[in-house]
């Protein structure tokens, strides 16, 4: 018997990009010479949401979570030796898609390459920056236009490029469940191409093409076995829903296309050691089924909930990735589970109840409507208010964090501030002023860029009517034009959202029953409120900056309505003037302040400072997010009453604490806690 030829195995992928265009292009290069086949670019947050890292809210974002690319210069430097015509490379960007793809198409005709042969992934899913990551900038309509736009453009001009990755990802990330996640990914899916075939910009006959291109990005917790049925349950429906609603014959243009990042939300600070066996786990839930393997693996780091991985921690996640493909001998073999009446029957029960959720959000208007009506996000928060009382209660075990929590003294954060990657603060002040540099000279040899008011009027000009606004686009990336010109063009013409927060409509995930914890917190809120003589404790959850990932937020603000508070939350996306001036206008009696990026060293000073300015000293201020020890301790010396971080799990017990803050700043006695 002749041995049976291995498959090829997947693409393997580490995301980065950091602190300026230079240092992430010298990472990129050591990540290619190590193996790696392909790069997964991370932009920071002010490129995300389309801002010039000069603008005011990008302040302590730039060259935080990726990499800033603020015009054609930054995005030639980033590639600066790298073939773009033999790379396959995913850019991790949504709102602002469009311009980041026509700066890679500019650097790469600089190049000299082939743009026919160019390969890569723009996320571009817009519908899920609504309901997780919170980097949107225009309204549902002028934002599927803007994708309908790229996806028929690359169609016929790039055409191995994918111009969307529909992102299940973030939707797990907050609170998605199997079945919402496939539901809300398809219709999403469904949205995306019935636009492009209504739009008249592709021929019927070349939506096998459209579809063929479309990719998908998903997201493997810890319960294998499920997220394995999951992602054949999500082949069986894309498989239907391309033949059955678009007519697409060819299996091939059928094929459900998927890359993964394993799943961060269920990565632990406690005993982060335990999250090497949970990312392995996590990927042979998309490795392990031949039949509905991924075609491109990206695997988080070990350390990534205490902070920014290091080169050496990523480099540990891609080994893990080559140790399974070509060590083990999972590549020689067909389907394993095929024939399995277990794996059958679940995998049927997925698709079924994916199926009817399709059916309720198409029965709405389809995804966008679901989108403006709140019902998707809503569902989200609260899926994730059950999995957070679950885990609260311990009828989910996390091991370390609420199960087996004693521990040995652990070698690899005995010293934290060298296990994780530190962002120069010196680096903002640099990229600001190269930006500067590069506004001023961007005319002169040896760039010699059109004046980009031409290019940016003729944007505006074609976003008013109805033509496709990539060709205006790259115009404006030949010109020199910024990031934060681009799309203020566009904000200009489509107007900005502010998307439904989900926390109002949210059902209660704990009971307040006699003697719970909840109950005790609900009687402390009650007691402080009257011995305050208000008729309700205000808190105003805040999330200064550029950082989207709500979830957190959500959780705390619907917690603290639960146990009694009158909360005050506006979103994403607000200055630290804007939460004081909501703090003092809602005369709040304390102030929580959400950040996940790592900008709080700047900006929770920042709302600090304006408090004392406006004498509201007080209204106590608390943090949390990802923040290390060092950053932890500065922060309560600067003046901020209280830190979490997700080591916390416990959001009973942190509205809790809140009081006593409360009670604290207006020197009221300690409540007696009944033993």
């Not at 995998?347 to 389809?366: N, Y």
């Not at 959780?555 to 309505?561: E, K, T, Y």
Request: proline letters at 5%; one cysteine or more.
């Amino acid at each position: 018997m002749t041995e049976r030829q291995k498959d090829r195995p997947w693409l393997m992928r580490t995301y980065a990009g950091h602190s300026t265009a230079e240092a992430s292009n010298e990472l990129y290069r050591r990540n290619l010479a190590k193996g790696q086949t392909g790069l997964s670019v991370a932009f920071d947050l002010p490129t995300q949401t389309g801002y010039d890292s000069d603008h005011v809210l990008a302040r302590g974002e730039v060259g935080r979570v990726g990499v800033p690319v603020a015009h054609l210069g930054d995005m030639r430097r980033l590639f600066q030796d790298i073939p773009l015509e033999q790379m396959n490379t995913s850019m991790t960007i949504n709102a602002t898609a469009m311009w980041l793809l026509a700066l890679y198409q500019v650097v790469a005709e600089e190049q000299g390459a082939d743009l026919t042969k160019l390969q890569g992934t723009t996320q571009n899913d817009i519908v899920k920056e609504y309901l997780s990551r919170g980097t949107h900038v225009f309204p549902p309509g002028p934002s599927l236009r803007l994708t309908t736009d790229m996806i028929a453009y690359t169609v016929s001009h790039l055409p191995k490029w994918n111009p969307i990755n529909i992102c299940s990802y973030h939707l797990q990330e907050a609170g998605a469940t199997p079945v919402q996640e496939i539901a809300y990914a398809m219709s999403t899916a469904i949205a995306v191409l019935d636009a492009v075939r209504d739009s008249g910009q592709v021929p019927q006959e070349r939506m096998g093409d459209v579809v063929g291109r479309i990719s998908f990005f998903v997201n493997a917790g810890v319960r294998f076995v499920e997220e394995m049925c999951k992602m054949r349950a999500f082949g069986r429906i894309w498989d239907r829903v391309t033949r059955e609603r678009y007519g697409i014959e060819n299996p091939k243009h059928r094929r459900f296309r998927y890359g993964v990042q394993v799943n961060s939300l269920g990565l632990t600070e406690a005993q982060p050691e335990n999250n090497v066996q949970r990312i392995v786990l996590e990927m042979l839930a998309v490795t392990l089924s031949k039949d509905a393997r991924a075609r491109a693996v990206q695997l988080p780091a070990w350390n990534e909930a205490l902070g920014l991985p290091r080169p050496w921690d990523q480099q540990w996640s891609l080994r893990i990735q080559q140790v399974l493909a070509h060590e083990s001998d999972l590549l020689e073999y067909e389907d394993i589970f095929e024939g399995s009446k277990v794996i059958e029957a679940k995998v049927e029960e997925l698709v079924e109840a994916a199926f009817a959720e399709i059916g309720r959000i198409q029965e709405m208007g389809g995804a966008m409507a679901a989108v403006e009506s709140g019902y998707l996000k809503s569902q989200l928060v609260a899926s994730h208010a059950e999995r957070r009382a679950r885990i609260e209660s311990g009828e989910e075990k996390i091991i370390g964090v609420n199960a087996f929590e004693g521990t040995e003294p652990n070698p690899l954060t005995a010293d934290l501030d060298t296990a994780i990657q530190t962002v120069d603060p010196a680096v903002e002040a640099r990229v600001v002023a190269a930006l500067q540099n590069w506004r001023d000279t961007r005319y002169q040899p040896p760039f010699n860029h059109p004046r980009p008011c031409k290019a940016l009027e003729k944007l505006k000009e074609a976003a008013r009517g109805t033509g496709n606004l990539m060709e205006a686009t790259l115009e404006c990336a030949r010109a020199g034009a910024t990031t934060g010109e681009w799309a203020g063009a566009l904000r200009e013409v489509f107007g900005e959202f502010r998307a439904p927060t989900g926390v109002s409509s949210a059902p209660v995930a704990v009971t307040a029953e006699e003697g719970s914890a909840l109950s005790e917190v609900r009687r402390k809120v009650e007691l402080t409120a009257k011995e305050m003589g208000v008729g309700k404790l205000r808190f105003l959850v805040g999330k200064p900056g550029l950082d989207g990932h709500s979830n957190g937020a959500e959780q705390i603000a619907v917690r603290a309505r639960d146990a009694g508070f009158e909360v005050v939350y506006q979103g994403i996306r607000l200055t630290p003037e804007q939460i004081v001036d909501a703090a003092l206008a809602e005369d709040v009696h304390a102030v929580g302040l959400s950040i996940l990026s790592g900008s709080h060293a700047q900006l929770v000073p920042d709302v600090l400072e304006r408090l004392r300015v406006a004498g509201a000293t007080d209204i106590p201020v608390i943090a949390g997010g990802i923040i290390p020890n060092g950053d932890a301790e500065e922060l309560r010396a600067a003046g901020v009453a209280a830190v979490f971080t997700p080591k916390d799990f416990d959001i009973t017990g942190i509205i809790g604490r809140i009081v006593d803050e409360i009670r604290n700043a207006n020197k009221l006695d300690p409540l007696e806690v009944p033993a």
